[in-house]
C-alpha cells in the first residue's frame, strides 16, 4: 500500500470532513446524550454498508468493517461528547445551545473517524482484516469507554489492536506526538468529608471548626508530591472544592473536599492514595475533627505499545516528511481509552491541531476553544493509514 494515497484522497474529502465537524459543533450533546450526534454517525456508517450496532453505553455506535482479505482485527475509536462550557469562540458555527460547548475537539475527532471509514471503504477489495469503529459517548470523565467495554464492545471480533487520537491544541498544525511508553495518566477523584463541631463564630474556642481542619488539610496534601513522591516520578494532588457553611457568624459542623489525582505508576498511584488518607485523617484527628476520605477511580494511564510507537512513527515519518513527530509527548490530563487499551497492544496519538497566527490557540476546556481546521484532513490520513499498516503488518 502507498500510503500516500491516504493524504491525497483525505484532502479530497476536506470540505467534506469540515462540514461534518461545523454541523457537530453547532450541535454539541453532553455525556450519554448524544443522540443527535450518533444518528448522523449511524447514517454515515449504514451508507458505506457496514455492520452496525446502535445504543451502546446509551448512545455509542460501533461499527464493523469486514475486508476481502483475512487478518487481524483494529479497533479505533472516536469521542462524541461536548462540555457544560458556554461558547465565546463567536465563531459562525458556535454551539447553538446554551452552555453547551464542543470545548475540547470531540467534534473533530467524530468527524475525523466517518473520513478514516470512507477513507478505508474506498479499499475495502484489498483491506487485509476487519476494522471496528467505536464512536463513544460520555468520554469526559462520565465513565463512556468502560461502559462500552461491559456492553461487549471487545467481544466478537476481539481487536487485536486498538488505535485512538487527540486533536492537540498545545501544539501548532504540523506537529504530531506518538509517544512511546505512558501518554496520559491515570485519574480518580477524591472526596474528604471533615466532621466538626458547630457554634457561634464569635465563639470558637466552643466549636471544632471544620472550616480551619479543611483548610490546613489542602495546605498538608500538597506536600504529598513534593515529599513521599519519588522525584523522578510523577504525580498530581490538586484539591479544586471546598465547601462549607452557609452564614458569617456560624462555624459549621462540616466541610467537603473535592478533587483530583493523576499517577502513570500502579506503586505510585497506591501510595498517594495511603498518603491522602493518611494525611486526612491525621490532620483532622491532629484538630479535634475527624475526616472520612472516598476515592472513585476514573481511568487507568493511557500506554502506548512502544514497538507500535516505533511503527507508527516511521510510517507518519514517511507519509509527511516536514512533519514535527514527538515520542516523548506526556500530560497529567486522563483519557478513558485507557479501557479499550488493556491487554490490547496499542497506540494513542496526538495531532497538533493550534493556529497562533490565526488566533486558533485556546486551551482545552476554554470558552474560547477551537482549532485549525487543517488538521482534520491530515489525521484522517494518519488514522487510516496506521490501521491499515497495522493490519498489514500481521
Known amino acids: 500500500?502507498?500510503?500516500?494515497?491516504?493524504?491525497?484522497?483525505?484532502?479530497?474529502?476536506?470540505?467534506?470532513?469540515?462540514?461534518?465537524?461545523?454541523?457537530?459543533?453547532?450541535?454539541?450533546?453532553?455525556?450519554?446524550?448524544?443522540?443527535?450526534?450518533?444518528?448522523?454517525?449511524?447514517?454515515?456508517?449504514?451508507?458505506?454498508?457496514?455492520?452496525?450496532?446502535?445504543?451502546?453505553?446509551?448512545?455509542?455506535v460501533m461499527a464493523l468493517m469486514v475486508g476481502e482479505r483475512p487478518g487481524p482485527t483494529v479497533l479505533i475509536r472516536f469521542d462524541m461528547d461536548a462540555l457544560p462550557v458556554q461558547e465565546e469562540t463567536g465563531a459562525p458555527y458556535a454551539s447553538i445551545h446554551d452552555g453547551v460547548m464542543h470545548a475540547c475537539g470531540h467534534d473533530g475527532h467524530t468527524a475525523v473517524g466517518i473520513a478514516v471509514a470512507k477513507l478505508l471503504h474506498?479499499?475495502?477489495?484489498?483491506?487485509?482484516?476487519?476494522?471496528?469503529?467505536?464512536?463513544?459517548?460520555?468520554?469526559?470523565?462520565?465513565?463512556?469507554?468502560?461502559?462500552?467495554?461491559?456492553?461487549?464492545?471487545?467481544?466478537?471480533?476481539?481487536?487485536?489492536?486498538?488505535?485512538?487520537?487527540?486533536?492537540?491544541?498545545?501544539?501548532?498544525?504540523?506537529?504530531?506526538?506518538?509517544?512511546?511508553?505512558?501518554?496520559?495518566?491515570?485519574?480518580?477523584?477524591?472526596?474528604?468529608?471533615?466532621?466538626?463541631?458547630?457554634?457561634?463564630?464569635?465563639?470558637?474556642?466552643?466549636?471544632?471548626?471544620?472550616?480551619?481542619a479543611a483548610a490546613q488539610i489542602t495546605t498538608t496534601l500538597q506536600s504529598i508530591v513534593s515529599r513521599n513522591v519519588d522525584p523522578r516520578e510523577s504525580a498530581v494532588v490538586s484539591v479544586t472544592q471546598f465547601q462549607a457553611g452557609e452564614a458569617f457568624n456560624v462555624i459549621p459542623s462540616h466541610a467537603t473536599l473535592h478533587g483530583t489525582i493523576r499517577t502513570f505508576i500502579p506503586e505510585v498511584r497506591e501510595l498517594v492514595l495511603q498518603r491522602v488518607e493518611e494525611v486526612s485523617r491525621g490532620v483532622a484527628t491532629a484538630m479535634g475533627a475527624a475526616a472520612q476520605v472516598e476515592f472513585t477511580r476514573l481511568t487507568p494511564p493511557v500506554v502506548n505499545d512502544r514497538a507500535i510507537a516505533a511503527k507508527l512513527h516511521t510510517l507518519v515519518e514517511s507519509m509527511f516528511p516536514e512533519a514535527t513527530i514527538d515520542s516523548n509527548e506526556i500530560t497529567m490530563g486522563s483519557e478513558d481509552m485507557a479501557f479499550f487499551m488493556g491487554g490490547i497492544p496499542s497506540s494513542y496519538l496526538f495531532i497538533g491541531s493550534s493556529n497562533a497566527s490565526r488566533s486558533l490557540d485556546a486551551p482545552h476546556h476554554n470558552p474560547r476553544f477551537d482549532f485549525d481546521e487543517g488538521a482534520l484532513p491530515l489525521a484522517s490520513s494518519i488514522m487510516a493509514a496506521s490501521v491499515w499498516s497495522l493490519l498489514e503488518a500481521s
Open 1 to 60: 500500500m502507498d500510503f500516500t494515497q491516504f493524504v491525497q484522497q483525505a484532502h479530497a474529502l476536506e470540505d467534506e470532513i469540515i462540514a461534518l465537524r461545523r454541523d457537530f459543533h453547532r450541535h454539541p450533546e453532553l455525556g450519554f446524550q448524544e443522540h443527535r450526534t450518533a444518528g448522523v454517525v449511524t447514517t454515515e456508517m449504514e451508507n458505506l454498508d457496514l455492520e452496525v450496532r446502535t445504543k451502546i453505553a446509551e448512545t455509542g
Open 122 to 212: 474506498e479499499h475495502r477489495a484489498n483491506l487485509p482484516g476487519k476494522v471496528k469503529f467505536v464512536f463513544q459517548p460520555a468520554e469526559e470523565g462520565l465513565g463512556g469507554a468502560e461502559r462500552m467495554v461491559a456492553e461487549g464492545v471487545l467481544e466478537n471480533p476481539k481487536p487485536d489492536y486498538s488505535l485512538s487520537m487527540h486533536l492537540w491544541n498545545d501544539k501548532p498544525l504540523g506537529w504530531i506526538g506518538i509517544t512511546s511508553g505512558p501518554a496520559m495518566a491515570g485519574a480518580e477523584k477524591f472526596k474528604i468529608e471533615i466532621r466538626g463541631e458547630g457554634g457561634h463564630g464569635a465563639a470558637p474556642h466552643r466549636a471544632v471548626d471544620p472550616v480551619l
